[in-house]
């Protein structure tokens, strides 16, 4: 147990999504998982453990931005024994040519946060996806005939930039696709402590064209979406 989650040791399997929102978190458990337990009830950030295709996995949300994501991540691996963490979300487009509903496989996650920068001095540290994943969720969505792109990801701890999208202007010129609020955290902690991390966001809104999806528009992809990452968690 931790000051953020009551789980007994052994409550969580070895593979994990993390959905920022709670109630996310609860829908995948009951919608895709069988025989799902709660397991962490703590700030109603939930967690659950159950099965997918026979397999065990659990799901806890991970909350809104990269300290909020650290604490449970730094737990899961150090208290709980996780070694396959998958961030499943929603993202910003970055670049005209990724389309809303498109799944966007964060091959790479560029971040404005101190949590990342400040541990690195001067070296400029590249928070990465796992191959092994990144390789297993491309070949996946290819078969499931999912539209997605694999590519650069920022990870912003500004949701509302004050300057608009004037703000991120060089970064689609770099190749960055799109932008969320937890992946390079995520990326970082997997890398110091060896396990294995992916982010497969839902891309639900353009801020080049503003372009936005409806909200049963947005349930069926994250539908896919999640499908996608079950499938790939459970054959880590």
Known sequence: MTPHNHAKEGDYAEAVLLPGDPLRAKWIAETFFENPKLVNSVRNCLGYTGTWKGKPVSVQASGMGQPSLSIYVHELINVYGAKTLIRVG?????????KVRDVILAQAASTDSAIVKGRFGAFNFAPIADFGLLRSAADKADAKGLKFHAGNMLSSDIFYHADGFAGYDKLPDHGVIGVEMEAAALYTLAARFGVKALTICTMTDCLITH????????????????????????EA
């Open 90 to 98: 929603t993202c910003g487009g970055l670049n005209a040519k990724v």
């Open 211 to 234: 372009e936005e999806i409806s909200a049963d528009a947005r349930q069926t992809s994250l539908k896919d979406m999640v499908e996608l990452a079950l499938d790939v968690a459970v």
